[in-house]
């Protein structure tokens, strides 16, 4: 009984952080239509790989014989390949790969780059001079040259790739972490929590590191992007992931190209995806950049 | 300048160590049966696996491993390549060249299409054609270059039977034949250059124009042609620079897939076909040169602001 009327006549705050979230985003929606463009975008592409075996209207290794090179139609919207393989079918199965490649990737970024920008910015000296160090050293490498050399030693597979576009995405990361965790040790309060005798610990991941979020979101953003490009580069190659698999990537690569001609949407609907994906998180990026850190803004 | 520029070079070498470490390792990073696949590859190269090893110096300790292959390094000998024997530097001083064109040539057309759109961008700021021209920036760095030549390649022969000739004329032989060779590869890797240029030109731009100087420029009466060109474009020409070089990596990884695609014998091509056939000694050579080509760009990114600001030369 008391606790109910504690309830009901306790202080409410204006806005619960659930309607502020979700007012926050309807916000940025107004504020940023280029982003909010980007965000539907991405949210489409989330769905088309969480519903898939749904949204799909064949299994995407179903052969059609009789079908092959049919070009797009009510029943194939896409058409289908060499094989007859329904290509919507493996455009939506095919968002598996890139949503789960490039979270994958950018989560093993995220992770790695936080620590070391932090540790780098917040130690200085000779700890951030070896850590640059490395990083000069892996940025020497261009970046798919060394991917696929690193493939081809490591072996082809999922989690080969996401793990090595994840580390590759990680050290220019770092850099932009670092700067950033620069100038948040400079505040004061940073100043005040050694002062009481915060551990280096918590200084780095309970002062620093909230400080730096919003840096990290934003190119987080725009890395997921990258990691689809970069699966996707590595796919048409042939070094990405293997066949049975539809990665977007793979759909445009090796025997395909010998049809494009007589199929030219076998080559156009995968290559639209790739696009469009990559354009939603970087059109999302740049709105998320102006909203959340007027640091960054134009730079890139 | 010059004491700058030697500073610079030996601040380099760590670096430089480092890329041989990794590379060195990366090949002892193979499975243990690679010695056996490398046999089963080229069944002619040695007698046993005991032999093999021998060959490729896996048989001695590692640090002695390591030492020797830096030894030769330095004395330009990247080794053979497993599948032609052929000294693996022989191939590489024919085929560097054809990238190291590409390449120049992709970043002479993306600066045409970058400068002028990124200038008209920022002079007529927030107006319809800036909204377009920034879309457009978004869009270019969207498009896979990979699926741009697919559809190069692929569309023209529908349309209108046409296609890129498929043999590879060297510059030396027929330049107008090989220009035009390189023109749509070279095009492509420009795409998502431009893309990012456009960017930076703008930003740049918008920043210079609101400086002091350029008031000062125009109320002494220069006509808008010279405020532009010598007092804004030659200011914001520095982060330009400075984002060419970041992207020289990108254009060299870009380069790979386009010179598969359109059949151009560079290092790209080279590394792939490598690659496909397991000749590691290869794959590490490649690797050793263009790391090499992206820390002597940095070097020159550097050099070049000195050169562009006379404050940055008299300072040092």
């Known amino acids: ?300 | 300048m010059r004491a700058y520029a030697l500073r610079r070079v030996i601040l380099a070498a760590p670096t430089l160590l480092g890329v041989t470490i990794i590379l060195f390792a990366l090949v002892r990073m193979l499975p243990g049966d690679a010695v056996q696949q490398i046999l089963g590859e080229y069944p002619g190269y040695a007698s046993d696996e005991d032999a093999l090893r021998k060959e490729l110096g896996l048989d001695k300790p590692i640090p002695q491993q390591y030492l020797s292959w830096v030894g030769h390094v330095v004395r330009l000998d990247l080794g053979e390549s497993l599948q032609t024997k052929r000294p693996i530097v022989d191939e590489l001083r024919m085929r560097a060249p054809v990238t190291f064109e590409l390449g120049i040539l992709a970043i002479f057309l993306g600066l045409c299409i970058s400068i002028p759109i990124g200038v008209l961008s920022a002079l007529k700021q927030d107006s319809l054609a800036d909204y377009a021209a920034r879309t457009l920036s978004v869009g270019m760095l969207a498009i896979p270059g990979f699926w741009l030549a697919t559809l190069v390649i692929t569309l023209p022969s529908i349309w209108w039977q046409w296609t890129p000739s498929p043999t590879y004329t060297r510059f030396t032989e027929d330049p107008v034949a090989n220009l035009g060779h390189m023109f749509l590869p070279a095009l492509i890797l420009a795409t998502a250059l431009s893309g990012t240029l456009m960017r930076v030109t703008r930003t740049e731009m918008i920043n210079v124009m609101r400086q002091d100087y350029i008031r000062t420029a125009r109320a002494k009466g220069l006509s808008n042609y010279v405020v532009l060109i010598r007092h804004s474009l030659r200011n914001a020409f520095i982060p330009v620079i400075t984002v060419i070089g970041l992207q020289v990596p990108v254009i060299i990884g870009g380069s790979v897939i386009l010179e598969n695609i359109f059949t151009i014998p560079g290092t790209g091509r080279y590394l792939l076909e490598a690659i496909s056939k397991r000749d590691y000694p290869v794959i590490q050579g490649i690797n050793l040169l263009l790391a090499l080509v992206v820390i002597f760009t940095n070097i020159a990114v550097d050099l070049s602001y000195s050169i562009i600001d006379p404050r940055i030369r008299y300072s040092r």
């Not at chain 1, 916000?27 to 075996?53: E, R």
């Not at chain 1, 920008?117 to 917040?122: F, K, L, N, Q, T």
């Not at chain 1, 929590?193 to 590191?209: C, K, N, P, V």
């Not at chain 1, 698999?245 to 025997?255: A, F, I, K, T, Y």
């Open chain 1, 1 to 300: 009984m008391l606790e109910e009327q504690a309830g009901t006549f306790s202080y409410v705050p204006p806005a619960s952080s659930r309607f502020r979230v979700l007012k926050r985003s309807s916000q940025f929606l107004v504020d940023k239509p280029l982003g909010g463009i980007g965000a539907i975008i991405i949210a489409v592409l989330l769905l088309m790989a969480i519903f898939a075996p749904l949204i799909a209207p064949f299994p995407y290794a179903e052969n059609h014989i009789s079908d092959r090179l049919q070009g797009p139609s009510l029943r194939y919207f896409f058409g289908t390949d060499a094989s007859g393989r329904d290509i919507f079918s493996r455009v939506v199965y095919g968002a598996r790969v890139s949503v789960v490649v490039g979270f994958g990737a950018v989560s093993i970024s995220v992770f790695i780059a936080s620590v070391l920008g932090i540790v780098s910015a917040y130690y200085g000296g000779l700890v951030d001079t070896l850590i640059q160090r490395l990083v000069d050293i892996w940025l020497s490498f261009p970046s798919l040259v060394i991917l696929i050399s690193i493939m081809a030693v490591i072996g082809m597979g999922l989690s080969n790739l996401t793990l090595a576009i994840g580390l590759l995405l990680s050290v220019g990361f770092s850099r932009v972490v670092r700067a950033s965790a620069l100038t948040v040790k400079g505040n004061l309060f940073i100043e005040a929590a050694t002062t009481i005798g915060a551990s280096d610990m918590r200084i780095m991941f309970r002062h620093i590191l909230p400080n730096v979020v919003p840096t990290i979101i934003v190119i987080a953003t725009v890395q997921l992007g990258a990691a689809i490009l970069i699966e996707s580069s590595l796919s048409f190659l042939g070094y990405g992931v293997p066949p049975p698999r539809p990665s977007w990537g793979g759909m445009l690569s090796g025997s395909g190209l010998v049809y494009f001609t007589k199929a030219p949407w076998m080559a156009v609907f995968p290559g639209a995806f790739i696009t469009l994906a990559v354009f939603g998180f970087n059109m999302l990026g740049d709105g998320l950049r102006d909203a959340l850190d007027p640091r960054l803004r134009g730079s890139r």
